[in-house]
Structures are given as C-alpha cells and as structure tokens.
C-alpha cells in the first residue's frame, strides 16, 4: 500500500526524489490520523529548508499538525492547487505533493517502504 | 494530545460495540470515547441530511427527589424549575455564588417531587458533591448519583423520528421538543427524550446499561435504509458549534458567568433567590463587561480554542470554540470579547499560532434548521 518509488520519513512525509527534485507529501498513515483535512498552509517558492524544517501546516476538522522536510534545499514549486482542494490528501494522499525542493546535500535516513509500514503497523 | 491507557479510563456499555466498528478512540473527561467512525465531515453531514446515533452514555445523571425536591433544584440552578409539568425539560446552569458555571445541565422533571439533572461527563462527581453541599439545609431533599443506571443513545437528525418510531409504541409526534416520556423501544425499557445537542430534530433515549447494545443494534438496523449510521464525539462538537450550543470546559466554566457567556434566558429572574442571584442580578443591571460572541474568519485559516483575540491590536479576549465546519464550509467560532465589540460585523483579529487573521462577529446560532 506504500508505493515503493516513494521514500518516507517517521514524521510521516513521503519524498519522490528524481535527480535533484524531491516531491514532498504525507502518507496515507498521517492522513488517516489527522482525519478529515480542510486546510494546508505552505511556503513561498525560494525558501530555504534544511532537514526536519517546518515547512508548513495541516489542519483536519479536529487537529493541526506541523509539515517537516524530509530534505534540505530550496523549495522551487508549491502547489497551490492543493491548498485550495486540501481534502485530495485525504483520498490520494502518495499522489498529493505539497511542494517540489530542489535538494541540496544528501537524502539519508529515508525509510523505505517497507520500513515505514513495519514502523506504522 | 498524550493519551492515558485505556485501562484506565471509565468505558460505556458501548464500547465494545465502538472498537468493533472500528471507530477511532480517545480520552474524553477520563471516558474512552468513539471520536469518529467514518469520518468527522461524514458523520456530520449524516446528521443534518438523515441521522446519526451517538453514544453519550458517559454523560452522568444526578436526581434529586423529596418534599423540598423543587426548592433544592430552584436553590442549585438558575432557570425557573416550577414551570416544568411532568415530562417536561429545560436547560440550565449550575451556578457558583459568583454567578459562574459549576457546570451546565438540562433538569427533568420525572414526577412530582422527583427530578433528574443530566450533567458533563468530567463534572459528575464534582457536581454531585457541591449539589449534595448546597441542599443539606433545605430539608426533606436527598440528592443520589444515578449515572451508572443509564446508557443514553441519541439519534439526531430529520430522520430521527421516522427510524425511532418503528422501534417503539409511543407516538413520538406527541413529544413535543424538550418534552419527554417513557415507553419500550425494541423491547427495552426506556427514557425517550425529543432534545439533543446538534440543532437538528432528534431524540436522547436512557436505557438501562445492560441492554444499551440491544438498542443500539435495533436503531442502526432500523436505520440503515434511511442512511442512519453511528457518529461520534468529533461531529458532535462541529454540529452543536454550528447550532452555537456551548460546551462546559470551552465556552463556559467557573470563570465566566452566566450572562457574560450571554445565556441570560436560562435565569428565572422571577424566583427567589438562588445560588449566584445577586451578582446575575447585578451584572444585569449593570451590564457585563465581556461576552461570548460567534465570529467567522475572514481570511483563510482556522481560529481554535485558547487562540488570543485583538481589538485595535490589543489583546482583548481569547477564542473558546473553532472549527472548519463541514457543514457551512466557514470557520467559525465562539470568542469572549470586549462588550463594545460583541454586535454583528464588529471587527477583530485572532492570532492563529503567529499570525493575525481577519475575522467579524457574526450572529449565532451560525446554523438553525429549516
């Protein structure tokens, strides 16, 4: 149910990384936790994120959480459209990014897929 | 929110019924609770499209019966119990002498000299000691803490009726809205009660505990045709928000009076004198200093409880209640503020977690049903 491309983190994000983009979203886990999900604030395009930043907040009907990067770099692409239909991380959340970081450094300590579903069994 | 072990926590007669559905759990006023099923959006908009059943079991009941039973319950809340017939209900508040809440409570008048408060499930114990406290003078009153005698189910929502009345004999089109009677409901002995806490049509039924699953079986059976399913504590905050009903430990508590949280219609003015009287009295005459107000957020984001309230960019008050309501699509909520700045479409700005957003007063309730 985790898709394998994906890579995750045990703050519950998921990164696609491509060359030196790196997708950045929440899992299906996290989704579920938070319940139904009405509002996503995200950053500006040029912030600098190193590793374990805040880069944003999710709020469901009943709870908010903080957005951390998986990644270090600069993000270069939010999706606004997202923020504007936030309930899509409810029903797609492996295909909802929230924003496009071109990484800088490396991306270790990622857990595959397998990992993360031992993790959040 | 760190979570106690369930072990620990008291369960209703319910709950194997909840963890079975599947229903996610959590500590609620030391209760294992059912906080959504489905979904929090789902459930809520089943309630005002169709119905939803809801567990409030762990709600407690405290009943005072004895020659002096009125005088005691006119003593101990601040709405005029002698208009009540039997089979008859208001809600009320719990009163400090400093015309604050101890807790807010819907009173029900059983029998002649017999009445039932059903209270906050975190309050029961607390209540139950200061009303025991307040009428050991009055005579022939004894007050006793039934809680443990009662499941109670409501099922709320336009189908409500319809579903309930193929499971009983009493004609529910009798009970008119804060009225009551007893009857059987599939095969069960039981309480039937047209009130509720979403602003929909619906009815709370008490049943003794140990045929709550019963019950609870026949109406979800006998609803599912008309889309009834189970909601849980999650919708039952974003509906009775949208009908602007408070909510003991948000809106209201033993720090904010009466009229300040601008529920001055539960006061029977005209009785005697009662706990708290003469500062309400007061404060009416006078005119309170703060009040509960409902507001919208203009920009986009969500105001929650404990968010500060500025006025003219000065801290002025703090939010008590807020959500995104699924129903109404907004967020709104309730907020104490500055009496100057409680009418309509007065401005204000909430700080959501560092940022100052827009919002105005708006008239409650913020949903009434048609």
């Given at each position: 149910m985790y898709p394998p491309d994906l890579k995750y983190t045990k703050d519950h994000e998921w990164v696609k990384i491509s060359g030196a983009q790196a997708h950045v979203g929440i899992t299906d886990y996290a989704q579920?936790?938070?319940?139904?999900?009405?509002?996503?604030?995200?950053?500006?395009?040029?912030?600098?994120?190193?590793?374990?930043?805040?880069?944003?907040?999710?709020?469901?009907?009943?709870?908010?959480?903080?957005?951390?990067?998986?990644?270090?770099?600069e993000v270069t692409e939010v999706n606004r459209g997202l923020a504007e239909k936030p309930e899509a991380v409810n029903t797609k959340p492996h295909e909802s990014w929230m924003i496009i970081v071109k990484v800088s450094g490396d991306a270790a300590d990622l857990l595959d897929a397998a990992q993360y579903a031992e993790l959040t069994k | 929110m760190p979570q106690a072990l369930s072990g620990s926590l008291k369960k209703t007669p319910l709950n194997a019924r909840h963890r079975a559905s599947g229903a996610r759990m959590v500590e609620f006023g030391g209760w294992d609770m059912p906080v959504e099923y489905s979904g929090i959006v789902d459930e809520h908009h089943a309630v005002r499209t169709r119905a939803g059943l809801f567990d409030v079991s762990h709600m407690g009941e405290i009943e005072i019966a004895g020659?002096?039973?009125?005088?005691?319950?006119?003593?101990?809340?601040t709405n005029d119990a002698s208009r009540l017939a039997i089979g008859q209900a208001q809600y009320s508040a719990l009163p400090t002498p400093e015309g604050t809440f101890?807790?807010?409570?819907?009173?029900?008048?059983?029998?002649?000299?017999?009445?039932?408060?059903?209270?906050?499930?975190?309050?029961?114990?607390k209540d139950f000691n200061w009303i025991t406290a307040q009428i050991a003078?009055?005579?022939?009153?004894?007050?006793?803490?039934t809680s443990s005698r009662y499941a109670l189910l409501a099922i709320q929502g336009p189908a409500a009726k319809d579903v309930l009345q193929t499971l009983t004999a009493i004609p529910l089109d009798s009970i008119k809205f804060y009225w009551f009677t007893t009857g059987e409901v599939a095969g069960v002995r039981a309480t039937v009660s047209r009130t509720g806490y979403t602003g929909e049509d619906g009815f709370e039924v008490f049943v003794p505990p140990a045929s709550a699953e019963r019950v609870w079986d026949a109406i979800l059976i006998a609803g599912r045709a008309a889309g009834v399913i189970p909601a849980g504590l999650g919708a039952r905050d974003t509906l009775r928000l949208e009908a602007s009903m408070r909510l003991y430990g948000n809106d209201i508590d033993e720090t904010t009076t009466v009229l300040e949280a601008d529920l001055g219609w539960t006061i029977g003015w005209k009785?005697?004198?009662?706990?708290?009287?003469?500062?309400?009295?007061?404060?009416?005459?006078?005119?309170?200093?703060?009040?509960?107000?409902?507001?919208?957020?203009?920009?986009?984001?969500?105001?929650?409880?404990?968010?500060?309230?500025?006025?003219?960019?000065?801290?002025?008050?703090?939010v008590t209640s807020g959500t995104q309501t699924p129903f109404l699509k907004k967020a709104i909520g309730m907020a104490y503020v500055p009496i100057d700045r409680a009418s309509a479409g007065s401005e204000l700005e909430i700080d959501v977690r560092g940022r100052r957003v827009r919002a105005h007063v708006a008239p409650m309730p913020f949903y009434k049903r048609k």
């Open positions: 579920k936790q938070l319940g139904d999900i009405v509002y996503l604030e995200l950053p500006e395009v040029g912030r600098q994120l190193n590793k374990g930043d805040v880069f944003g907040t999710i709020e469901s009907v009943k709870a908010v959480s903080e957005l951390y990067s998986p990644v270090s770099g | 020659g002096g039973a009125l005088a005691a319950v006119q003593h101990i809340t101890v807790d807010d409570v819907l009173t029900y008048r059983l029998a002649d000299d017999h009445y039932m408060l059903v209270v906050n499930a975190s309050n029961i114990m003078g009055i005579g022939d009153a004894v007050a006793v803490n009785k005697d004198a009662f706990i708290g009287a003469d500062v309400l009295r007061r404060q009416k005459a006078e005119g309170v200093a703060r009040k509960l107000v409902g507001f919208e957020v203009l920009d986009r984001a969500i105001a929650r409880h404990g968010h500060d309230v500025y006025v003219d960019g000065r801290k002025a008050g703090v």
